[in-house]
């Protein structure tokens, strides 16, 4: 909310407490004029409209609010970097914080679709730099009539949304949860079943990636790519590496190209590979034990890769570690051989589980079972957790809330996006398989696109065989 300079609230313990009228003054004259005229639409301008155009079908008649989320404190006075609701930027290509995207009805079909914005800071009444949010705090944001000409749609103040808001008489739909003041103008009129419908059909809306979304995955893999290639620059081959280390070299090329990292970085190495969401790393990786890295860069534009390889510390697999390592191997090459337009979205889970289930029984941890056995009774499970993959795209689980029917029991189209990820991994207290397995956790997870004639491995820039990734590892180090 702006202030005037006299109603500005200080830190209780700041050192300064108010100005004086002299400097009020003088903080208002002598600023040059930095409005932008030159600026072309954002890039993917003609994607959100047709997106928005989708969605205006869906709903005619009916007010439809997105928000893109307020800022969450981290600690005191001090917020966690901001990133939108992918719902709003997948509609607008904005990034703003506080915004929302309004749809309003224009009759039995069609809307009016205006972005609700924070504007420039107010120089008059100081609140540039009184307000510690001001644009002298936080920095230049961009006027509505510069945000007009970069989303291709009408921006209002965002000040004026409850308002707007209130005045509006076409039933609601809004995206709850991430704008508590929009939550609650709209809470008398908006229904539960309603604004869940909604969100359904957003998150279903991104099921099928348009040329600009494959394009920034693609880049996004490229990045990703680079960055592992960072780690193993990093990754002493008869020293110990922290994880820590190996987590803040990857953020450095997430950060370099890209807006941030599209998810925790996963950087386990040894046993701590057998934890499926391992983010604390806080461990070492040895010479003689696996690293596994999941990581993905997330680009200016929001859009994430999801790769996972496994590396050994020292450049060479081990014979047992060999041995799970190419289990895993053949399952991903049998589940990503099974994604291609019209299969069943299951497909490729089920290719790579059976093969994970073939591989685990021939080692005799299932006694006298049969693979077939073993596969029907989910047996094989104990070790490979989770299931094959998922969506992939401004979400790392892209898409997880949309209709089931036409997401994981739907048919594969071109254009989807999905990882294909299997592993192994034994548990380090897990007394049912030999000592010598315990503790080593495989993955192996790629960016498939589904093209219109079989798939497309967007992260095939990175090894992936046994060998190759030795050699890989090889070269890397000189």
């Known amino acids: 909310m702006t202030e005037s300079a006299d109603t500005i609230t200080y830190r209780k313990n700041g050192l300064t407490r108010g100005v004086t009228e002299e400097l009020a003054e003088s903080m208002k004259h002598g600023w040059a004029d930095t409005e932008r005229s030159d600026l072309a639409p954002l890039p993917q301008a003609g994607h959100t409209a047709r997106r928005r155009a989708e969605l205006s079908a ?19 006075d001090t917020d966690y970097p901001f990133r939108p609701t992918s719902d709003y930027a997948y509609l607008t290509g904005d990034r703003s914080e506080d915004a929302v995207l309004v749809l309003e009805p224009t009759g039995d079909t069609g809307h009016r679709a205006a972005v609700y914005l924070r504007n420039r800071s107010d120089r008059e009444n100081g609140e540039f730099w009184l307000d510690t949010h001001g644009e002298l705090w936080d920095g230049r944001r961009n006027s509505l009539t510069e945000n ?90 008869d020293t110990e590496t922290a994880e820590r280390l190996i987590e803040g070299t990857f953020f450095v090329r997430a950060r370099v190209e890209g807006n941030d990292v599209g998810y925790g970085t996963i ?61 895993v191997y053949a399952a991903q090459e049998a589940g990503i051989a099974a994604v291609r337009p019209g299969a069943d979205f299951r497909d490729f889970h089920r290719a790579a589980q059976r093969e994970l289930a073939e591989h685990l029984t021939s080692w005799g941890l299932f ?63 897990d007394l049912t398989v030999p000592a010598e397995y315990r ?16 798939n497309e491995n967007l992260s095939a820039a990175l090894p992936r065989r046994s060998d190759e990734v030795e050699a890989w590892l090889a070269a890397l180090r000189g």
């Not at 307020?70 to 005191?76: E, F, H, L, Q, T």
């Not at 999801?306 to 014979?319: A, E, K, N, Q, Y």
């Not at 077939?372 to 790392?396: N, P, Q, S, W």
Request: include cysteine; hydrophobic fraction near 40%.
């Open 439 to 454: 503790g080593i956790g495989v993955r192996i997870e790629d960016d498939i696109l589904v093209t219109e004639d079989g």
């Open 58 to 76: 869906a709903f005619p008649g009916e007010l439809l609010v997105v928000p893109a989320g307020n800022p969450k404190v981290r600690a005191n």
């Open 148 to 237: 007009e000409r970069l989303l291709g749609l009408p921006c209002r103040d965002v000040r004026g949304v409850r308002a707007d808001l209130r005045a509006a008489t076409a039933p609601v739909r809004v995206l709850r949860g991430h704008d508590a003041g929009v939550d609650e103008t709209l809470h008398e009129r908006a229904t539960a079943e309603r604004d869940e419908e909604f969100r359904v059909f957003l998150s279903g809306q991104r099921l099928v990636k348009d040329a600009f979304e494959i394009a920034e995955l693609r880049f996004a893999c490229e990045a990703t790519a680079r960055g592992f290639e960072d780690v193993v620059r990093v990754l002493g081959a």
């Open 267 to 327: 950087a386990a190495a040894g046993a701590h590979a057998t934890t499926m969401h391992w983010v604390r790393n806080d461990g070492r990786a040895k010479p003689g034990e696996l690293l596994l890295l999941d990581a993905g860069v997330e680009t200016h534009h929001l859009y994430t890769a999801d790769i996972t390889r496994t590396l050994p510390v020292d450049g060479r697999f081990s014979d047992l570690q060999r041995k799970v390592y190419d289990a």
């Open 367 to 429: 006694g006298d079972l049969t693979a077939d056995k073993v596969y029907e009774l989910g047996l094989h499970r104990r070790f490979t957790l989770a299931g094959t993959g998922h969506m992939l795209g401004i979400d790392v689980h892209d898409c997880a809330h949309s209709r089931t029917e036409i997401h994981v029991d739907g048919p594969l189209r071109p254009g989807m996006v999905l990882t294909v990820e299997p592993g192994i991994y034994f548990q380090q207290d």
